[in-house]
Antibody
Framework: EVQLLESGGGLVQSGGSLRLSCAASGFTFTSFAMSWVRQAPGKGLEWVSIISSTGGITSYADSVKGRFTISRDNSKNTLYLKMNSLRAEDTAVYYC???????WGQGTLVTVSS | QSALTQPPSASGSPGQSVTISCTGTSSDVGDYNYVSWYQQHPGKAPKLMIYEVNKRPSGVPDRFSGSKSGNTASLTVSGLQAEDEADYYCSSYAGRNNYVFGTGTMVTV
């Protein structure tokens, strides 16, 4: 059974930093690209970032480019999202998602206070 | 990257069908057959219902079907059931490793 377990969310002040983690199990993590998708309270889904299976290729939404960094540790089956210079509009539930958006974690809430 | 356009709401009676549209551009929906649809119940994570325009993941009922014409993709739910009441989102590959989601549609049964 595929499991994606996010952690690292919480309350942070505007301008602060946070690192999200996503522990993957139940599939061959090293073979698949992974993404982060977020959802602001009461709003729709927004794609944030993607990383290739080896970590060599990354891409970001314009709204987070230059502030967020996606990475992965294939030896630990773990995906990361380092978020810097956080803004109030980054407040959202952040989902860890497998390649093709087939499997989703339950999400972790990030709240940025201004 | 602008969000794909979906109607805010759609509804149907049990047993009826409902179709949701997802309109993009020639740079996303119109250019790639990588359109997906997701179902999201309140407080839950999204669930993939359709991928690559019209393919269903294992376990998704065949009441759910997808199609695409030009820059617009569509999701049809036939034989509506109470448990189909949820928010539905589309997504599309937009080139250069970028993706875009739709604005979301609330389906009421």
């Amino acid at each position: 059974e595929v499991q994606l377990l996010e952690s690292g969310g919480g309350l942070v002040q505007s301008g602060g930093s946070l690192r999200l983690s996503c522990a993957a199990s139940g599939f061959t993590f090293t073979s698949f690209a992974m993404s982060w998708v977020r959802q602001a309270p009461g709003k729709g889904l927004e794609w944030v970032s993607i990383i290739s299976s080896t970590g060599g290729i990354t891409s970001y939404a314009d709204s987070v480019k230059g502030r967020f960094t996606i990475s992965r540790d294939n030896s630990k089956n773990t995906l990361y999202l380092k978020m810097n210079s956080l803004r109030a509009e980054d407040t959202a539930v952040y989902y860890c998602v497998s390649e093709g958006f087939h499997f989703w974690g339950q999400g972790t809430l990030v709240t940025v206070s201004s | 990257q602008s969000a794909l356009t979906q109607p805010p709401s759609a509804s149907g009676s049990p047993g009826q069908s409902v179709t949701i549209s997802c309109t993009g551009t020639s740079s996303d929906v119109g250019d790639y057959n990588y359109v997906s649809w997701y179902q999201q119940h309140p407080g839950k994570a999204p669930k993939l219902m359709i991928y690559e325009v019209n393919k269903r993941p294992s376990g998704v009922p065949d009441r759910f079907s997808g199609s695409k014409s030009g820059n617009t993709a569509s999701l049809t739910v036939s034989g509506l059931q109470a448990e189909d009441e949820a928010d539905y989102y589309c997504s599309s590959y937009a080139g250069r490793n970028n993706y875009v989601f739709g604005t979301g549609t609330m389906v009421t049964v």
